[in-house]
């Protein structure tokens, strides 16, 4: 690891490259306290005003997840998504027509996500 830089907004500490590739180094923090860190695992708490994933987000132990094509479920897959609407496991729908077969996938859909 080193560090330097002179403009305003420079690199001011990098891993993974020489100085004269600076710009592009996997791991560097510039002036004004950004990050980047490229294949980075992270622990504890993160706290964040936005931000963007690609690829699948999954909380542990069926809280949630989203795969990159836009399905997903929470509830320990108990309810889900997908491009054709929302799904509950084994739900009746009180003065409806609808009701389930007993907790299988609605037709035309999968809870695996």
Same mark, same amino acid.
């Given at each position: 690891?080193?560090? %330097?830089?002179?403009?305003?907004?420079?690199?001011? $500490? +990098?891993?993974? !490259?020489?100085?004269?590739?600076?710009?592009?180094? @996997?791991?560097?923090?510039?002036?004004?306290? &950004?990050?980047?860190?490229?294949?980075?695992?992270?622990? %504890?708490?993160?706290?964040?005003?936005?931000?963007?994933?690609?690829?699948?987000?999954?909380?542990?132990?069926?809280?949630?997840?989203?795969?990159?094509?836009?399905?997903?479920? $929470?509830?320990?897959?108990? $309810? +889900? +998504?997908?491009?054709?609407?929302?799904?509950?496991?084994?739900? !009746?729908?009180?003065?409806?027509?609808?009701? &389930?077969?007993?907790?299988?996938? @609605?037709? %035309?859909?999968?809870?695996?996500?």
């Amino acid at each position: 690891m080193t560090g %330097g830089g002179n403009s305003d907004n420079g690199v001011r $500490i +990098w891993a993974g !490259t020489t100085e004269s590739d600076v710009n592009n180094a @996997p791991f560097r923090v510039y002036e004004d306290g &950004s990050l980047v860190a490229t294949n980075a695992t992270i622990y %504890g708490q993160i706290i964040a005003n936005e931000g963007r994933f690609t690829g699948e987000l999954e909380v542990p132990n069926g809280g949630l997840k989203i795969s990159s094509n836009g399905r997903g479920s $929470i509830a320990g897959g108990r $309810i +889900w +998504w997908d491009e054709n609407g929302v799904y509950i496991q084994d739900y !009746t729908l009180i003065g409806g027509d609808n009701t &389930s077969d007993n907790g299988s996938t @609605p037709s %035309g859909s999968s809870s695996s996500q």
